[in-house]
T-cell receptor, first 117, second 113 residues
């Protein structure tokens, strides 16, 4: 099993450009998440999905859009990149916590390092 | 969401036991206490979780008192490779907040030779 994979690993954008980050998981997890982590900071939740075709806002959703057309994929889009979006982006997946007795074990991808100039 | 409080940083010498305590006064009856480890330039990795008393695995032990308002992650005989950030998480199942958790800033553990 590959677990959680993220594409690309690195990217440099100019202000105003757009891009899509792809996350894929092969564990048949219902839940998927997008986090960002700024230098020296903890992780902040951008958007999450509790199932195919559903998405919800997290703590810092502004400037991002997401889609979950297939259960195994979760896409994060930046329509008009800004320097404030320079960060490392992590995708994660998990089972529905209700099915695991409210366990919060999430599986993380390796991250995408994004720089916006 | 149920909040957690843990020290920002800790230093330890190699070979010592390290205990990191997390407080979670508002933890719901149903929720596990979960700890993650994050090395530089990597995503967080689940290391241990527990509901009550003591849990032990090959990486760490987790001690949870009866009132569950705090928990202590114990790393035996740390090595330089244990230098990482450790996050304590709880959910919020009672108010329907089980769909997401808050990682916070974690505890940065620096192991010194």
């Amino acid at each position: 099993n590959a677990g959680v994979t993220q594409t690309p690993k690195f990217r440099v954008l100019k202000t105003g450009q757009s891009m899509t980050l792809l996350c894929a998981q092969d564990m048949n997890h219902e839940y998927m998440y997008w986090y960002r982590q700024d230098p020296g900071m903890g992780l902040r939740l951008i958007h999450y999905s509790v199932g195919e075709g559903t998405t919800a806002k997290g703590e810092v959703p502004d400037g991002y859009n997401v889609s979950r057309l297939k259960k195994q994929n979760f896409l994060l889009g930046l329509e008009s990149a800004a320097p404030s979006q320079t960060s490392v982006y992590f995708c994660a997946s998990s089972y529905d916590p209700r099915s695991t007795g409210y366990s919060y074990e999430q599986y993380f991808g390796p991250g995408t390092r994004l720089t916006v100039t | 969401l149920a909040k957690t409080t843990q020290p920002i940083s800790m230093d330890s010498y190699e070979g010592q036991e390290v205990n990191i305590t997390c407080s979670h006064n508002n933890i719901a009856t149903n929720d596990y206490i979960t700890w993650y480890q994050q090395f530089p330039s990597q995503g967080p990795r689940f290391i241990i979780q527990g509901y009550k008393t003591k849990v032990t695995n090959e990486v760490a032990s987790l001690f949870i008192p009866a009132d569950r308002k705090s928990s202590t992650l114990s790393l035996p005989r740390v090595s330089l490779s244990d230098t990482a950030v450790y996050y304590c998480l709880v959910g919020d199942s009672l108010s329907g907040g089980y769909q997401k958790v808050t990682f916070g800033t974690g505890t940065k553990l620096q192991v010194i030779p």
